[in-house]
């Protein structure tokens, strides 16, 4: 959870701003003038002004000489890392299996600084207000895929992201409190499992678990989403845990295969 080392000589300080920039742009800030950028990245005007137009020039940002806004073009970044990775290419058709047997919508997460990002979505219903698809994020302490990755931290990765992150309440069953979600996650790593009810939205549950690759390591989370309306949690557990493990357990299979087939230099997760 530790930043950069800008003393390094091989940091390219330039590319850094260039991706905050790209960054301050999101769901809540879907165009913003040069001074609203600054602010929130932290440059100076002059130089994210000439990010932005440089983000013009390239094709992947527009203006209309006052406010700023992303194209589709930059999404290709984002296609450049998923077509790039077996995992979602090994695990799209588990998940879709996945859904077929439980009649739920089922996603694979993967764990980004504070945040869990969508890599695999295979919906059946709307069952959130807002739309999610791959590349959608959400704080990792408030969804079941976040918690089942933060459990496997090492003790001061974890201690770091509970430090620094910010736990602010999303319904009125969000936990929010640091002691209480250490609890949590250390529940969580011994069971090898998580399950939210109703903290990232109301009407909400989410049950999880870790996708490991053949180290051991944990690389990713697969979850089962479903309504608060109908049952409880126990029923949760009881209807899609086992599911889950096996799916698990088939994407891990399958990514070992994988992986031995390509050269360990090329090896990528």
């Known amino acids: 959870m530790e930043g950069p080392d800008t ?3 091989d940091f390219v300080r330039s590319l850094a ?3 905050e920039v790209i960054s301050s742009f999101g769901p809540e800030r ?8 600054a602010t929130v990245t932290g440059l100076s005007r002059a130089a994210t002004r000439r990010m932005l137009l440089t983000l013009v020039e390239l094709g992947y940002a527009t203006t209309d000489g006052r406010v700023f806004w992303l194209t589709p073009r930059i999404l290709k970044l984002g296609y450049a890392y998923l077509s790039s990775q077996s ?29 869990i990002v969508y890599v ?20 990792a302490f408030a969804t079941s895929m976040g918690r089942v990755l933060l459990a496997q931290l090492e003790p001061a990765d974890l201690d770091a992201f509970l430090e620094s992150a910010k736990l602010e309440p999303l319904t009125q069953r969000t936990v929010t409190d640091r002691d209480q979600l250490r609890e949590i996650l250390t529940q969580i790593s011994t069971q090898d499992y998580a399950l939210t009810d109703q903290e ?16 051991g390591r944990a690389i990713a989370a697969l979850n089962v989403s479903s309504s608060a309306i109908v049952g409880d949690p126990a029923d949760l557990i009881a209807r899609f845990l086992e599911p889950l493990r096996t799916t698990a357990r088939l994407i891990e299979h399958d990514l ?10 090329n090896a990528r997760f």
Do not use: C, W, Y
């Open 7 to 9: 003393r390094n000589s």
């Open 17 to 19: 701003k260039g991706l």
């Open 30 to 37: 879907k165009e913003a003038t040069v001074s609203e950028v």
């Open 87 to 115: 995992l979602t290419e090994i695990a799209e058709n588990h998940v879709q299996n996945l859904v077929a047997q439980v009649h739920e919508s089922s996603s694979l997460g993967v764990l980004d600084e504070f945040d």
């Open 120 to 139: 695999v979505r295979v919906p059946t219903k709307k069952i959130m207000r807002a739309s999610i698809s791959v590349g959608t994020r959400f704080p």
């Open 200 to 215: 990232l939205e109301d009407g909400l549950r989410s049950i999880a678990v870790p996708i490991r690759d053949t180290q």
């Open 256 to 265: 070992a295969l994988a992986t031995g087939r390509r050269h360990p230099s």
